[in-house]
Structure formats: C-alpha cells, structure tokens
C-alpha cells in the first residue's frame, strides 16, 4: 500500500483539493510509522521540509477513521506566537475532515477556554504553561480532558531538551499520563538535534527502545555564504558603511537580519529605515523581538507574509523557531550566534522555495566575533551541531511540582507525594533522602503545611503566595518590567532598571519614544514621539559556551588555511590575530598564557563549566583574579611561578562543596526558586550545575600551556 493510500478517505481527497504532487522526504518516511506502529516518533529533518504535515496527515486520518470525539491530540509549542502563526495552517487540515481544534494561552479568551472545558475539540494547541494552568485551575475537568488523549505531538522539541521548560513539560507530561487510559504516544518535531540517546530517554524514561528516530538528514539545496568584517573602532555603535552594505544587499529582497541582543534590533532596524528614507522608500525595516507588543509583532508577520515589493524584519532568535512568514531571500547574521545549532536554525528560515538558494550573510565587527563567526560556519559545513545534554539536579523545579500537585488534590497524602515526585521521570536524578529533605524544608518554612493526624501535605500559607502570584505557571525568571504605552496603544516592554527616567529619549518597536511618566505601582510607562534615542538596555540570557567552539577557534587561530568565503578586512584581521600563535609555534594541543610582569591572561578557549571552575580555584588558591570572559579568558595577577600555579590545579583536591564556600559568599546562584531550597541543595545544584573539577583537572592537565611574554 501506498503512502497516500494509508491515508483515510478525507485526507486524501483533501490532498487532492491542495494540489499536492508528492510528499516531502520525511513525509514518505513519518506517515506509514505513524500509522502502522505504536511507537513514540521523533522527526528530525530541515527547516520547511513539511515536518508539521508529516505527524498531522496520519494522526488526523486515525483520528478519523476512529471517530473518536474528545481531545486526542495535545500539540505543545515553545511559543505562544508559533501556536497563533500554525493556527490556521493547522485548521485547514483539520476542518476537511471534521476535526475540531482549540489553542490555548494566555491571550485567549476565557469564553473560548470554558467552552473547551465543557465539550473538548480533538486537538489542542497549548505551552507547557497553560498545561501548568490547567492542572491548577481546572484540577476537577483534567480527568476528562486528558484520559483519552492518544498522541502528544511536541513542536521544536530540540528548544526543550536539556532545559528548565524541558524538565517542567516532561513532568507535566508525566502527569498527564497518569490520568490517560491510552497510553498516549509522543510525536517529536525538530530540525536540528544531535545525540539521540538523550532525546530518546527525554521522551519514554523507561522504555528508550520504544522512540523511533526518523531523520532525513542535509538538504540539496544550495548554500551561498560569505562573511564580512567591519571592526568598530573605539565604540560600540556599528559603523555606517555595515549598515549601508545591509542596506545594499537587502534593497532588492525579503531578509531577516539576526541580532544578538533586542537593543542592537532598535538599533539597526531605526538607521536601515533613515538609509531607504534618504533613497525615497518609505519604510522598509520592522522589528521583532519579544519586548514588543504581541499585536505588533503579528501584524509584522502578516506584512511580510503578504509583502509583494521587499520588506526585512530586523529580529532577535524570536524568529529563529518556525514563525511562518513566507519566503525568505536572504539570512543576515550581525556578529556570531552562540551556537552552531542556532545558526543552522536561523540558514533554515532562507530558500524555502522549491529549487531556491539557501543564502547567508555574516558580519562580524570585532576580532572574537570573527573568530566564533568563523569556527560555527566551519561547524555547519562540517555537519557538527551541539549534543542533547541533560538537565542537571532539577530540586528548583520540583518545588514548583510539588506546589501544583499538592494544589491539584487539594492536599494528598506525604507517601504518595514522595511517590509521585520519584516515579517522575522528569526527577530522576534526584536522590530519594533528599527529595524527603526538601519536602521537609518546604513545610519547615510554610510553603508546605502538614497535618500529622493524617499525613496530610497541603500548600501552605508561603507557598499560597506563590501559588496565587501571576507568574507561578513559568518555571523560568521573568524580568521585571514596564509596559509602554503612547496614549492607550501598548507598544511593548522595558526592564525596570535605574538608568530609565522620565524624559529619557528610548527606541522601541523601531520608533524613538520620550518618556513622559513612569507608574511603577501599576508598572506602566507612557511616551510620546521623541526625536533621537539610545536603543533600550535589555538584560542578557546568559548563554554557554561549547569546548567544540573553542578548539575550532584554536585550530582557525594555529594553522594559516585561507577561507575565499570572508572579505578583505576579514582575512587582515585574521592574519593579525594569527600573528602570536604562529611566532610562538603553537598547536591546537596548546594554549596561550599571556605575561607582562605579573599581570596574566589565560586563554582556554574552554567550555563555561570548565573556564569557570578554573577562575574559581585559583581564587581559591588565593590568586588575584580580575575577571574572565565569555572565552574562557581569565585576567588575573601572580607573583609566582606559573607552572606552579598550574601544578596546583592539577592536584587540586578539595570537593565542590568546599569550593562552594567561596564561591556562594561572592556569587550567589540564582533561579525562580532557589530561595525556598535549603543550603545542602542549593550547593549541589551550583556545584554540578556550573562546576566541572574533574573535566577542569583533565583540561589543565592535557593542555600544553605556552606562556607568551
């Protein structure tokens, strides 16, 4: 039997009706395994190559033919934007064949959710927060809406694994199957991923074997690429000849131009549109990032989708996951992306067409941005991206667990609550005296109450606050910020930090704003029209840095290789970055310590965990150490030999806790619910979490370090 034959009758005439001539790759290979087993599925293939299709056609033929009513399909999204974005690419199919579907988050309406909860649709369209919501709030109606669900289809599964919402959606998930009869499957969406063994036991804990892995790997389409490099000099403004080459270049099509930060976006989106204004063109730049409103952004969508002369979104990685907004020309990344598989997302937005380019513009404007831009783009070529990883010692999140699954019982028995927590897949690094601990210390300091006449756990007066707050839902820290408003128009949002004040000129939303009033009990800013600006300071995410980066920043900087792909100044600022590495003979077996007098720059190039542990030793250690940076490079002053200072750290021999002693003092770690765990926790999680003593022993020891003076 055909692929198309295994189809139900509908879904077939409907294919007919859309003109298809042929299913994608990954549609050939998803269709009959998803209709012919009952194994959980995990599709890995490129941006646009009909993923979304190749899990719905076959679960809405089954569906079908079945004619089954109730929710059948759980569809989790990372972003309440893609939900919106999908909604109506997902009704078309589903409408044809009597389908009904519902999405569900915070912007929709409470009339729409009621009617839900009454007669379910077959498909729900949700974030794993609004999942959170409705074990909170609807705790008598989960049993109904979740008992016959029989697929959970997880949309960019990739952005979960190895994250706090990763950890929260498998717990919930987890949860959801307790109130399931039909042992719902898992159908995974992602266009990049890499080790699959952690994927697989992300999905089916216990049962790994029974996740099938279909992957159509590459794509035969074309890629074009080149990298520029325009350094600024003693400023971090870009220079106006980058922008007027974006501007050159973007004339003529439709290109997202990637940010790293959303106050570059305001930045560069305002200079574009003064470049096409001064040529006559009205404007041609929009921005995207998520301190715009959310009105905003969709009617950006929408324009691009339905533009017919050029139009480009200036965005941060918002428009990295798969936000339809039709074809794409062109990809243009400002300085480097912190990650190769993040790059490999953003080069997926491009070619989308049948027979078209994949085409990638890189601009990098300093030194370490080349370099990075340099060692990911060689990377992709070599079809290398970052390995799935686990989540680390996740006690933080089980607090918020704990809380939801004590409010969803309205209290439940302190056995079946370790029980529960345990038998949790999300939760299985976690030890089962210290789970006890936890439970133990949340009742100690009233997040918890317990009654010892019946062994009773409920939420507790302190953890009532929590539970009641407006964010409880998100497991992830939420900045606080203003909401801005020019008259009663919302525009977006601002973090709330002491450089904002009435009468400072800000962009937002690519517009320049003055800011009239500031209401910070409401949290509320009002601007009218200004008429020069700074972009908007924004708070960073923090990201990490992979060992792999770093060799192949090391390799780049040791061996003299030429690249036809970078530009003149480019391969100048290279060949003077080189200089040192080739004077001194060195390898990528070695690295660098730069010496005047006592003064010393490490370069490891080496993972975060690893830079870090380092930095923290030799603290330890009593070395003065000014600072590290995102490289691994670490500033400090010794009036010591330094080979004696290494030996120290080869041999180092005190454990993480007692490290840790230092370490908390200076550095306190961190997350929504670091505060209500108790200390012995607290230390662990830093320690495994941020800390690698020994990968860092074996680093020091393995690297033949080369002092450079």
Known sequence: MSTFELLSKNMQKKIWEMKWKQFTPIQEK?????????????????????????????????????????????????????????????????????????????????????????????????????????????????????????????????????????????????????LNETNYRVIGLSATIDDYEVVKKWVDYYDPDNVTIIEEKGSDKKLLYSLMAFKNEETKMLRVDLLEDIRELTRDSKAIIFCNSRSKVEEVKVFLNRLAKREGVGETYYAHHSSIDKKEREYVEKMMQEAKVPKSIVSTSTLELGIDIGSVDLIIQLDSTFSVSSLKQRLGRSGRQSGSEQTLQLYATDEDNLLQSLAIMELVLEKWIEPATDFILPYDIAIQQIISICAQGNGINGNELYRRILANPAFHTLEEEKVVLLVKHLIKIDILELFDKTSEVVVGIEGEKLLRGKDFYAIFMSPEEYQVFHGSKAIGQIHKTPFVGENDQIILAGQIWKIISLDDKLNKCYVVSGKQGRATSY??????????????????????????????????????????????????????????????????????????????????????????????????????????????????????????????????????????????????????????????????KKIDWIVVQ
């Open 30 to 178: 998803a269709i009959p395994a998803i209709l012919t087993t009952k194994k959980n599925i995990i599709l890995s293939s490129a941006t646009a190559s009909g993923k979304t299709e190749a899990a719905l056609l076959p679960i809405l033929s089954d569906i079908e033919r079945n004619k089954t009513t109730g929710l059948r399909v759980i569809y989790v999204s990372p972003l309440k934007a893609l939900i919106n974005n999908q909604f109506e690419r997902v009704t078309e199919l589903s409408d044809s064949l009597g389908v009904g579907i519902t999405k569900w988050h915070g912007d929709v309406s409470a009339s729409i959710k009621k009617k839900f909860r009454s007669k379910p649709t077959e498909i729900l369209q949700i974030t794993p927060e609004s999942i959170e919501s409705l074990f909170i709030n609807y705790p008598n109606d989960v049993g109904k809406i979740f008992k016959y669900v029989e697929y959970v289809v997880i949309d960019e599964i990739h952005s979960f694994i190895g994250s706090d919402r990763g950890v929260h959606l498998q717990s919930l998930l987890s949860r959801v199957k307790e």
């Open 539 to 700: 708070l960073g995410d923090g990201s990490r840095f992979h060992e792999k980066i770093g060799e192949k920043i090391m390799e780049l900087l040791c061996n003299d290789v030429e690249f036809e792909y970078i530009d003149e100044e480019a391969s100048l600022l290279l060949k003077d970055s080189r200089k040192v590495y080739h004077f001194k003979g060195l390898t990528r077996k070695n690295r660098a310590i730069f010496n005047d007098r006592n003064e010393y720059i490490m370069e490891t190039f080496a993972s975060t965990e690893v830079a870090t542990t380092i930095y923290w030793v030799m603290k330890y250690l009593g070395v003065t150490v000014k600072g590290r940076d995102y490289y691994g490079r670490i500033k400090f002053t010794y009036d010591k030999n330094i080979h004696g200072l290494l030996k120290q750290i080869e041999d180092f021999s005190l454990t993480e806790r007692e490290l840790l002693k230092l370490i908390v003092e200076i550095e306190p770690f961190k997350t929504k619910y670091s505060d209500y765990l108790p200390k012995e926790l607290l230390d662990e999680i830093y320690a495994k979490r941020f800390f690698d003593l020994e990968e860092t022993i074996n680093f020091v």
